[in-house]
């Protein structure tokens, strides 16, 4: 048994912003995303001249042509940070899939350890113009010269073997993924914010689409867009002085490092036997299992991986994911069930990644959700990417008191 | 003595790199190789830096030819392409095999029985190669006779 992570519930969420969430904002990524920081900084009660550290991932998710170029398909911290205080103390970038909580570990040890007193953590994504993962390309070095010369390429191709290797252990059905997009955009049409605001998605609507990578459809898939989120950081102690109710995070988990595979292959049994491995590290360093988690947000960038998650974090056992949302399993409007697309999610959103999960965790938890709002929210846990390769945060209301156990000793 | 230009399938080619170059060199004449180490004999694919069955730092991985015979452990149907040279196979067939050689090893490839061919998991099959420009050859796969 390692010593817990001195890091627990010590830093808190104290202000956010989100813009609005469009297929092509009419003005440049960076413009969009300074703005909304400033907002989040103002929301935190604080002025930009305190946030002296920095951090995001500025992953640019395309498999297409795009230049990353930064403030107009990326920003990244510095790019901020010069804008708003050039002299921070400290500015870095995640690196790896799960930009959210890989983002929010590095903005946590920031604040815990006292490298920076306010740290903004921003996510920025773009649509850019053209196709998103189209590509001219008629050569391929490195990694995909092992797969796209033989037409495996893109994510589309990457999440249909996944998930019909799950359909064909598990016999999950049409109707059940339909389950998981209607509620994700049902949730969505009633953020002001979202793009897919006043326009829910009806089963039928669902079942009608053809299939792009069978057995994934189009609105399997969450679609790509220009937004951007920010959310502020400091530790608790100063968090009690803001205008705020501090949303404490508990802990984080990141996935395992993987295992040989060809590039975007992702086997099943290898997303759940890391990501089950992920959930362990998750409930030791949070200090709290499942079952004290009022809230669950799972990630949905594509469909399946609702399932997918429901199962690495034990909500119910592998290969019934698919059971456990049917028949109004995770509908937000039944009483007594787990509304785990509360947040609409980046179906719900569009190409947020996993900003929507973590907004909807900080929202319940600070009693800021406004006609959202659940009663006796003091805990939540937001997802991000896969089980395997993503990870998750969980937070807290209320830090707990240090002589709290680890559950599982 | 003028000379045609090579056939080419307008498919995005491998550029060869120094790890690669015996593996593609193989496949041009319809061979699959597997990279084995030279430390434990592990096989794996794509080869690498190092051998991660055995940790190996100086692994010398040779490409050793294998049978290619396999079993389907997922596969998907591709309607919409994001490369050149594909519209015109829409849609196909692309299959998650793990290999008999070796099941963790698993490859991904094109199904050239069609997109109507019956598919089931275990399904068996075996490698075969799509010729895409003079020299130039990838593996994909075929249904096999079941063993
Ligand atoms: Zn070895």
Known sequence: ?409 | MTSSPPPSSGRPLPVPDALSAPYWAAAARHVLTLSRCSDCGTLTHPPDVVCDACGSTDPRFTAVPVDGRGVVRSWTVVRQSFLPGFADLLPFVLVDVELTEQPDVRLVGRLLDGPDAPLKTGSPVRVAFEDLAEGVAVPAFVLAESA
């Open chain 1, 1 to 409: 048994m390692s010593a817990p992570n001195r890091a627990r519930d010590e830093v808190a969420i104290v202000g956010y912003a989100q813009s609005p969430v469009v297929r092509h904002a009419d003005r440049s990524l960076g413009a969009l995303t300074l703005d909304t920081a400033r907002a989040a900084i103002a929301d935190a009660g604080l002025t930009p001249d305190q946030v002296d550290g920095f951090v995001t991932a500025s992953l640019f998710p395309t498999s297409g042509e795009h230049a990353v170029v930064d403030g107009v398909s990326v920003v990244s911290a510095d790019w901020l940070a010069a804008r708003l205080n050039p002299n921070p103390r400290y500015a870095a970038n995640f690196s790896g899939l799960g930009q959210i909580p890989g983002s929010m570990a590095m903005a946590v040890n920031a604040v815990a350890s006292g490298a920076a007193e306010h740290v903004l953590v921003h996510r920025a994504l773009h649509n850019p113009a053209g196709s998103y993962h189209g590509t001219r390309a008629a050569e391929f070095r490195g990694g995909l010269q092992w797969t796209a010369p033989q037409g495996f390429f893109g994510p589309l191709a990457m999440i249909g073997l996944t998930y019909n290797e799950y359909v064909q252990r598990y016999g999950a059905s049409r109707e059940a993924l339909a389950e998981v997009v209607v509620e994700a955009r049902k949730n969505g049409a009633r953020l002001p914010w979202s793009h897919w605001s006043g326009r829910p998605l009806t089963a039928e609507q669902y079942l009608a689409e053809p299939m792009l990578a069978d057995p994934i459809g189009r609105f399997d898939c969450d679609i790509p867009v220009d937004g951007a989120a920010a959310f502020v950081l400091t530790t608790a102690e100063r968090a009690r002085d803001l205008p705020h109710r501090p949303v404490h995070v508990s802990g984080y988990a990141s996935g395992a490092p993987p295992r040989r595979r060809l590039p975007a292959h992702w086997p099943l049994d290898d997303i759940m036997a890391a990501g089950t491995e992920m959930a362990d590290r998750l409930w030791a360093a949070a200090g709290m299992g499942l079952d004290e988690i009022d809230l669950l947000q799972v990630y949905d960038g594509f469909s399946p991986l609702v399932f997918l998650w429901l199962e690495a974090l034990g909500r119910c056992p592998v290969g019934e994911g698919h059971h456990y949302v049917r028949d109004g399993g995770i509908d937000s409007d039944r009483p007594g069930a787990d509304p785990v697309l509360l947040s609409g999610g980046s179906l719900g959103n569009g190409r947020m990644h996993g900003v929507p999960q973590l907004l909807e965790c900080y929202l319940q938890v600070s009693g800021r959700a406004g006609e959202r709002q659940r009663d006796g929210v003091t805990t939540a846990l937001s997802c991000h990417s896969s089980p395997h390769l993503g990870g998750a945060l969980v937070y807290s209301a209320h830090p707990q008191p240090a002589t709290h156990h680890d559950p599982r000793t």
